[in-house]
């Protein structure tokens, strides 16, 4: 495990910067291309560690995937063309990759076995190991089944009605993974609207999906045609820089090519309720799969404010660099409704109370979220990413705008979701 000193005391950030491709969307896009008949390319795809695993998971499943740099072109086998994987299917870090799997494979008639590291083997996976296990899938692993490895023996499953407890776009896309493979309609209803990008992708390979409010239904066995699928830039990456460039004075970056699904768009809400400068011009060309545009930040003063409710699922990645954003603010800002942080890579309300009150910020944990008392300069210290990839780029932020020597522990979980993070951070630095 490396540490690095981090860049401190940055005068200002300026330039342009394309972040890389959407972690969610690139998931997705693999997935549904496997599931498809014929080819599905994909460019602007993630090389980030956790797209990674989805690649291998499918090529041990019988996939052809080329992958040269962010293209990648997917053989489609169709959802009876998967077949019997020899070996464990390992997730490493991603929580997108064993969940989505997981609603796959409960339709399909073999075993297999998934894994990940340490961080994965503390998630919960009783979310959507128990409707899974209603609609006929097979499945048993660690504490019953709660926790990896797991193993699944899929087959044919029937069509299920299912109000979820947790608002989780893993969860409701699991669901309607095994939905599109069971016999009758599958509903999925959620009480606050999370990322749709499995709605989407289904519709962009040729399926019938119906969307009503929060409740979305999709029919069994449909079939899908591969398709390409040019993947938009990741908000929950760009969100590092968008914070950076409204806390560091005469600052003023722009991110081109962002997605800017409304889903996804939660912290453009809060930094406008804090005072940020922010411009976004959304692009007109339909090109992306996705809604996609040029967001413009520059520094300005900032005030506190309150985030929870519905707005939480639209920013819940982001939660960790909002933190930091409010530390920089005026007054005091308030983080509810967030319990769904606890369960991510780390905890990440106490992984980010903890590292930034090392750095000299005023955050109380509460039991779903945090209080964060803004408007003191960071000082300087030893922080760790705790092996989160979220937790480090905020740290890596968090050191520029402070007044001492910072140094990151294990700044390589970064490599999860932004394998380029640091070049493009150092690109901006003025002075
Ligand atoms: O569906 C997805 O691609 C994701 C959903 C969210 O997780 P939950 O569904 O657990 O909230 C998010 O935190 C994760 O980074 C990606
Ligand atoms: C929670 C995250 O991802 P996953 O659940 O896929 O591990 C994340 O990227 O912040």
New binding site residues.
């Given amino acids: 495990m490396d540490t690095v000193s981090l860049q401190t005391k940055v005068k200002s950030l300026r330039g342009t910067i394309e972040v890389p491709g959407d ?2 969307i690139s ?2 896009a693999v997935m549904f291309g496997a599931l498809a008949e014929g080819t599905t390319t994909i460019s602007h795809f993630l090389p980030g560690e956790d797209c990674l695993s989805t690649i291998s998971c499918f090529r041990q499943l019988g996939v052809p995937i080329e992958r040269v740099g962010d293209s990648v072109k997917v053989t489609g086998r169709g959802f009876n063309g998967l077949s019997e994987p020899s070996e464990l299917l390992d997730v490493g870090n991603s ?2 990759t064993i ?2 799997m997981l609603g796959i494979l409960a339709g399909q008639p073999f075993h297999a076995v998934l894994a990940g590291d340490s961080s994965i083997a503390q998630r919960p996976m009783t979310r959507v190991v128990d409707p899974l296990r209603v609609m006929g899938a097979e499945i048993d692993g660690r504490k019953k089944g709660e926790r990896t490895p797991l193993s699944i023996r899929g087959g044919s499953l029937s069509s299920i009605n299912y109000e979820m407890p ?8 699991a669901i309607l993974l095994a939905g599109l493979q069971a016999e009758g309609v599958t509903t999925v209803k959620e009480a606050s609207k ?2 749709d ?2 709605e989407r992708m289904i519709a962009r390979f040729g399926g019938e999906i119906s969307v009503n409010g929060n409740e979305v239904s999709v029919r069994g066995k449909q079939r899908f045609t591969g398709t390409t699928i040019k993947v938009p830039g990741d908000i ?1 990456s760009a969100a590092f820089f968008m914070v950076a460039a409204a806390i560091i004075p005469e600052s003023e970056v722009t991110l081109v090519n962002v997605g800017l699904n409304p889903t996804r768009t939660g912290i453009l809400d809060v930094m406008l309720a804090m005072g940020a400068d922010v411009t976004v011009v959304p692009d007109s060309s339909e090109e992306n799969a996705e809604p996609a545009g040029t967001i413009i930040v520059r520094s300005s003063q900032l005030k506190g404010t309150e985030i929870g409710g519905g707005l939480i ?1 639209r920013l ?2 982001e939660l960790p660099v909002i933190s930091l954003l409010a530390a920089h603010a005026e007054g005091t800002t308030v983080i509810k409704d967030a319990q ?1 942080l606890k ?2 890579e780390t905890n990440r309300i106490d992984t980010v109370a903890g590292e930034l009150s090392k750095l000299g910020a005023d955050i109380t944990p509460t039991d779903d979220g945090m209080i964060i008392n803004g408007g003191s300069r960071l000082t300087g210290g030893s922080v760790s990413s705790h092996g989160d990839h979220r937790i480090g780029m905020m740290l890596a932020v968090a050191g520029l705008a402070s007044a001492g020597e910072v140094t990151l522990e294990n700044p390589e979980a970064i490599a999860v979701s932004y394998p380029q993070f640091f070049e493009h951070l150092s690109s901006l630095v003025q002075g």
Wanted: charged content about 30%; aromatic content about 0%.
């Fill in positions: 972690k969610s998931h997705r929580g997108t969940r989505l947790v608002a989780s776009a893993q969860v409701k896309s999370t990322r990008h499995t929950s699922p819940i990645d769904e369960v991510k």
